[in-house]
């Protein structure tokens, strides 16, 4: 027993130090449906909209947008500014079939997907983040540039009055 476990911490700690340790950026057991009416209560409040990162711990590139955003500070600060952000986990056995219909299925472009809505939940834009990568990571001008595109300010038409 005293060799299994030994085994065990061995194990992890190699994953640790390899950086293969399990993610948990997704929570799997979250009611994504009560958290995006939360996140949409929040972004009316605050003039915002919300961005859901939808995908799972399962998908490098969801666990790289993650670290991006974290280690980018010009993308933090936009997000923080004018998004209430929101990561929904993908079940893929179950698919969230649900929550993807009423998204209108933003699945359809892999993940992890980038979905806008107001403050009163209406999805406004779809965002496949393959348009928003570089080599083996996400490009910080391409982000941004999608992150200005579609924040409130920008899809306000007060804000193109004369």
Known sequence: ?????????????????????????????????????????MARAQKKHVLLQIGGDWCPWSIELYNFINEHPVI????????????????????????????????????PVLVVLDGYGKRLHTQSTGYLEKDKSYDEEKLAGFLKQWNRAAVDPDTYTK
Do not use: C, W
């Open 1 to 41: 027993m005293k060799k299994l476990l030994l085994l065990f911490s061995f194990i992890s700690i190699v994953n640790i130090l390899t950086g293969q340790e399990k993610a948990n950026i997704y929570d799997p057991d979250a009611d994504a449906k009560a958290e995006i009416k939360t996140a949409t209560l």
């Open 76 to 111: 933090d600060s936009l997000i923080k500014a004018d998004y209430e952000l929101l990561r929904v986990h993908y079940d893929r056995k179950e698919g969230n079939y649900e929550l993807m219909q009423q998204l209108e299925f933003p699945n359809r472009f892999g993940f």
